[in-house]
């Protein structure tokens, strides 16, 4: 069964380090969202790329947060320089369109521990 | 702001006991509501959505407009069922979703 990849699983730096996760939606799927999620809170939209497009970067913090989905496949997201803050879980999720709000694939998440 | 209220952190119910998980949405428009849940060790999943009006493992939840509230119930709660549920809202224009914090059922046997 075909599913979101992400990489790494885990991830522990320093503060003012640069970190970078790794995102593989499901093939066939045209829309890819980045979702950070702070322990005991829900998932909170980051950026949404539809193909290689951003929809929404809203709420990405751009001084230090990078997004990109150059092929319009797999993406990656950057940070640099890692603060204190950013620690969290970072889930990817991809879906067939963004015309309708239609299902959402999760991966497992890269948790973010910055020191 | 568009937002997604669950209003309990935690719920804890025995097995065969009734349980509902409260969800409320601020309006705007006509929203699309879902329940996403997250059991132990695996990754976030649709459970189920308004729109499909369908029961997904016993559970339902009816939109209910007038009140803005899209409350996730089961008549007979199973040990199965303790895991973390998230209810969404559709966000903006994109189809991206917005989350509540989520609430933790745990069934006791």
């Known amino acids: 069964e075909a599913e979101v990849a992400q990489s790494p699983r885990y991830k522990i730096t320093e503060k003012s380090q640069a970190v970078a996760f790794w995102c593989d939606p499901i093939s066939g799927h045209a829309t890819l969202y980045w979702y950070r999620q702070i322990l005991g809170q829900g998932p909170e939209l980051l950026v949404q790329?539809?193909?290689?497009?951003?929809?929404?970067d809203s709420q990405l913090p751009k001084d230090r947060f990078s997004a990109e989905r150059l092929k319009g496949v797999d993406s990656t997201l950057k940070i640099q320089p890692a603060e204190l803050g950013d620690s969290a879980m970072y889930l990817c999720?991809?879906?067939?369109?963004?015309?309708?709000?239609?299902?959402?694939?999760f991966g497992e998440g890269s948790r973010l521990t910055v020191l | 702001a568009q937002r997604v209220t669950q209003p309990e952190k935690l719920l804890s119910v025995f097995k065969g006991a009734p349980v509902e998980l409260k969800c409320n949405y601020s309006y705007s428009g006509s929203p699309e509501l879902f329940w996403y849940v997250q059991y132990s060790r695996q990754r976030l999943q649709l459970l189920l959505r308004?729109?499909s009006r369908e029961s997904i493992k016993g559970f339902t939840a009816d939109l209910n407009k007038g009140e803005t509230s899209f409350h996730l119930k089961k008549p007979f709660a199973q040990e199965e069922d303790s895991a973390m549920y998230y209810c969404?809202?559709?966000?903006?224009?994109?189809?991206?979703?917005?989350f509540g914090k989520g609430t933790k059922l745990s069934v006791k046997p």
């Open positions: 999720a991809s879906s067939w369109t963004d015309h309708d709000t239609g299902e959402l694939f």
């Open positions: 969404a809202r559709s966000g903006g224009s994109q189809g991206n979703l917005i």
């Open positions: 790329f539809q193909d290689e497009s951003v929809v929404d």
């Open positions: 308004h729109i």
